[in-house]
């Protein structure tokens, strides 16, 4: 399940992960740590919302 930062639009893709943040490829969005935040515009998990 992909997620979208509502922000900026940045997707998060489990497959692909967040390799520059330390977020490992196959990573589920839920197991990401609460302290990360999105790559492009800098906020909280809290932003992303499921894509359908």
């Not at 935040?37 to 492009?40: E, H, M, Q």
């Given at each position: 399940m992909?997620?979208?930062c509502t922000l900026c639009?940045?997707?998060y893709d489990p497959e692909l992960g967040d390799p520059d943040?330390?977020?490992a490829p196959g990573t589920?969005?839920?197991d990401i740590p609460e302290d990360w935040?999105?790559?492009?515009c800098?906020?909280?998990k809290e932003m992303f919302e499921k894509m359908e």
């Open positions: 992909k997620y979208q639009g940045h997707i943040s330390g977020i589920p969005f839920e935040v999105c790559p492009l800098g906020v909280g």
